[in-house]
């Protein structure tokens, strides 16, 4: 392979033996990964018989197509060097050589060219013929034969004699000329007189040097590079030969799908959050939207449309404007639902767009897989319903795919694209196979599809749309079921893990009244401590289950440092329920838990104080810090796996997390 040389060469050093194949090898790999071509390589003379053996079979493994070996001795010498001693191996052993290459090869596919330098040594035709017939007999691919003379005329009388020799012999290996020096003479002619390959070894490299040399000494005379531009082919020119234009082009075809917006319906309110959009929720000391932002930014998609209502100028306040989000408003709280909130943003939709609901934590990898699902539309959904149906204390989204899977079946891939038949929350579980979790993508076209139909539906629709009483109420969902009865494809990504629905569930069964509860994060067993999970707790189970962790229904085992707080002694009249098995005891004051479970020790206690003495307005929702509040640095520093789910330093103390039990529901803060 002649390329290979000349990147050798333009190293510098010479041609003698000196460079280590290995060297060659990384050269060898560079080209074979711009090119599909068929790659012919020089071997040098291949070393000895075991040596060869490794060359052929580490060439075959690369996707090399054939090796050239010369029966010089090493080290052998360029043999375009008149001065130099040109000495070489016997005929027999090179052919052991050839027999032993053919023997470790994997295919026949793989091709082994002797090189004959007897017309270089000067030893003659005859020698060369005699080398040749041997080198035939040990089963070689092809000849090359080659000469150092101006004149073709040796050359020819090798190739006449040639294929009467190879008639003899019963097979004709291919016939190779590298006409260097006999540059006379056409490729047609030479093939005429039966050449099958015609290599012109080092024109390439001769004809870049000069022109580097020009270059250079037309910049270095003019002290500019401008008069050398006619030297030179256009960097786009470059750019095209070596691919760099379909890069960028799958670039930009990248970029389009990372261009989209991701619309977040958040206008409804929720009656478990009255007070502030459910995307304002408090986590940690920042609000859930916080969260997805961070998800979507990672993905890079960077253009994020909110459609608010249900106290929607808390987002002005919040200052979500000057971060980039877009607000489009939905006036009609009373009467719809999120499908006419996501028609709110029609004018961000044209060009396809990304879905997130707000009440959700997720993984930026399933946003991600969504965007590269090269689909139309493309839901996110969720198998693992059906192992928690006796935690479901709400009417789920549900979806039912067209091919039935059953709980033994298993995949290769973490994800795998089913189409879907069925949607809604009047599904019943026991015939779903998914739930919705509330991410989907649409592309240019299926963006197009919801739309028209959207519009079509709302002229024409009149009295009940699928579940909903009327078109203005109705879901996202009651929209793709129309779609799909209409023929349209509806795809669906599976996931199993990586996302949390912030809803607290209704059957949560806790004292009457208003109470606040402080914790560090902790590991805990099941079924043991019945009492309020900490919020930094809740925190690390959501990010940690992004990441694959099984703590799902951790509960509490042991608890310290906490934080109790009631504005009133006697309400709730109880601040702890306390279990054991089916044993249920009730702690009034934090002393007689302490006493009675030999827990939360070193934790506070108030009682009766007007004002919160931990939150800036416990009323408002608002439960960041208080500058001077006693939940600053209380608690203990925490394991590195837990601070790095939690987001907060594994050094020091951290400050006390929140959960809230107004009118006896638990409520994420």
Known sequence: MGEQSYRLRLQGPPHASIVGFDSRLH????????????????????????????????????????????????????????SASQSLEHPRTFAEKIQAGKEVASTSDFMIIARLESLIAGIGLRDALQRAEQYIEAGVDGIMIHSAKKDPAEIL?????????????????????????????????????????????????????????????????ADRSLEANTLCVPVSEIFTTVGFDRITAKDRERSAGRRVPVVIPAAGRDSTFPRAPKSLIGLAGRHLIDFQLEAIHKVGL?????????????????????RGVTFCDNRRLQDTFDLFSIFQAEEYLDNGFALVYSDILFDPRILEQLLDCNRDIVLAVDNSYRYHRHEIDKRLDLAVSRQKRTLADRSLHQTALIELAGLGKDISVDVADYEFIGMAAFSRRGAEI?????????????????????????????????????????????????WLRCTIPKTSRWPSGSCCHFSRATRHRPNFHRQLAPNSYILAVARLLARGADIAGAMLTTSDRNGYYRSNASAPPSLVEWWRGTARTLYPVLPGYQT???????????????????????AAGNFTLRTDSLARNRGVTLPADIADAVGVSATGSPNLGALVLPGGRLVSP
């Open 302 to 322: 960077d253009r994020v449309v909110v459609v608010r209502g249900h106290e929607g100028g808390q987002f002005d306040t919040a200052g979500y404007a000057r």
């Open 450 to 498: 919801l739309r028209d139909r959207y519009h079509q539906c709302s002229r024409n629709v009149q009295g009940r749309f699928h579940e909903a009483s009327s078109f203005a109420g109705a879901s996202l969902t009651d929209l793709l079921q129309d779609l799909i009865d209409h023929g349209v494809t509806v795809h669906g990504l599976e996931v199993h893990k990586g």
């Open 596 to 618: 009675g479970t030999g827990r939360d020790l070193s934790s506070l206690g108030i009682d009766g104080a007007a004002v919160n003495p931990f939150f800036e307005d416990e």
């Open 157 to 221: 009388a090798f190739a006449a004699a040639y294929d009467p020799l190879c008639r003899r012999l019963g097979r004709r290996p291919f016939l190779v000329g590298v006409p260097t020096t006999y540059n006379a003479i056409t490729d047609t002619a030479l093939a005429g007189h039966g050449f099958n390959i015609i290599i012109h070894a080092n024109h390439l490299l001769r004809a870049a040097y000069k022109a580097m040399k020009e270059a250079a000494r037309t910049i270095l005379v």
């Open 27 to 82: 050269t060898i790999d560079e080209i074979l990964n711009v090119t599909t071509k068929p790659l012919i390589v020089d071997g040098d003379t291949g070393g000895g018989p075991a040596q060869f053996e490794y060359l052929v079979r580490d060439l075959e493994r690369r996707g090399v197509s054939a090796v050239i070996v010369e029966d010089k001795l090493y080290p052998k010498r360029n043999s375009l060097d008149a």
